[in-house]
């Protein structure tokens, strides 16, 4: 009698939907286009530090910062995402470099080697932004010795 329960249960739990798959906020409509936005936003601060409008560029990383947090504190953030943030985080550390805090642009171009240097899978892109972050490292380098 005791088989009979045991077996009845096994067929009841192997009847059993599978359990939901798990939520990914990075395939979520809100996600994709703060990331998207983030792009933009750096896109135009570039410009802005191009034509020496440096107070502009420095406005749009600083409104920025709490964006590339929302975008890279998940779980897996997605490329379009991390490359904002690289994005941020590069120029930044050429403004820095551009007013001589040599020491703290390092910082920034180190986040970006350390982002890249672990991005799986790499590409010819991800591999592109890591040797730039090493080549930006070792210009900090040269002048934090002289």
């Not at 979520?28 to 601060?45: C, N, P, V």
């Not at 180190?110 to 790499?122: D, F, G, M, T």
């Amino acid at each position: 009698m005791r088989g009979w329960w045991l077996a009845s249960a096994v067929i009841l739990l192997g009847c059993a939907s599978a359990p939901p798959a798990p939520h990914d906020p990075t395939e979520e409509a809100s996600y994709k286009a703060t990331a998207a936005k983030i792009g933009q936003m750096m896109r135009d601060a570039n410009a802005d530090f191009k034509a020496g409008k440096g107070d502009d560029a420095a406005a749009l990383i600083e409104r920025a910062q709490p964006l590339v947090k929302q975008v890279i504190e998940v779980n897996r953030p997605s490329l379009e995402a991390v490359e904002a943030a690289s994005e941020v985080d590069d120029l930044y550390g050429r403004m820095l470099y551009s007013n001589r805090h040599y020491g703290w642009a390092r910082l920034q171009f180190q986040k970006n080697l350390s982002r890249w240097k672990h991005w799986e899978p790499a590409t010819a892109e991800t591999e592109r932004r890591l040797r730039l972050a090493q080549d930006e490292i070792d210009e900090c380098d040269k002048k934090i010795v002289q």
